[in-house]
């Protein structure tokens, strides 16, 4: 039964079921706000739901997408956090700071929506994004590049092409440009070294996580002003 349903779906060929979901993501994203300001937090919601299903319904034909538990993915994930935050203020951005995931202005702390809002941004960003991205970027672009055979790539093969042009791409999808490049190049670093695509997805799991710590709690009481634009 599941064989059945699997191949009725447009994505059970291996180079949609990496990059569909990746691309409906995408386009959700880009309709966050077009809806009013509080959309954003709305249309975030559906794009969870969307995301969720679409990682339930590739996962039997994603062999790949899996997570993997390493002290590799674990000190990468807490090295690319400190890299983001670090380097925030030594390089401009593609557009002045974005505080449309301002919470506490569009709720209030004491607003129940404002921790409802707050979770499923954590939630999204830790559980969702990891798996979509990295088998986008990491698992399908990077192998794209490398051989025409890209399917039967082993994920350790090295190549000095694919890894800056997948790290650049993966970078330039973030405002903060610069800390996303060399966000890429530590994740396809620790595929690479692992030959797996899961240390990647919990490294950037990890990531998410803390920044999304250091959001809701502005910068763990070290910042003066609320750190918004870093969702």
Request: neutral net charge; charged residues 10%.
């Amino acid at each position: 039964m599941t064989g059945v349903q699997t191949c009725a779906l447009p994505i059970s060929s291996p180079l949609l079921a990496r990059v569909l979901p990746f691309a409906v993501f995408l386009v959700l994203t880009a309709c966050q706000g077009s809806f009013g300001p509080e959309s954003h937090f709305w249309v975030y919601l559906a794009k969870c739901v969307v995301g969720g299903w679409l990682v339930w319904v590739t996962w039997p034909l994603v062999s790949e997408m899996r997570w993997a538990v390493s002290l590799e993915a674990l000190f990468a994930g807490i090295l690319v956090f400190i890299l983001w935050v670090a380097m925030d203020s030594l390089y401009p951005k593609f557009s002045a700071s974005d505080d449309s995931w301002n919470l506490h202005e569009h709720f209030g702390s004491a607003s129940a929506m404002f921790w409802v809002f707050a979770g499923v941004r954590i939630a999204g960003s830790t559980l969702l994004v990891p798996l979509l991205e990295e088998v986008f970027y990491r698992s399908f672009l990077y192998r794209y590049i490398l051989a025409p055979n890209w399917l039967f790539t082993a994920h350790n093969r090295f190549n000095a092409r694919a890894f800056l042009v997948t790290s650049i791409v993966f970078g330039l999808t973030h405002q903060h440009w610069l800390a996303g490049i060399a966000c890429g190049m530590i994740y396809q670093l620790l595929v690479i070294r692992t030959n797996r695509i899961g240390d990647a997805i919990t490294a950037h799991a990890i990531t998410n996580l803390l920044l999304g710590l250091w959001v809701i709690t502005q910068g763990f009481d070290f910042l003066k002003e609320h750190p918004w634009d870093f969702w």
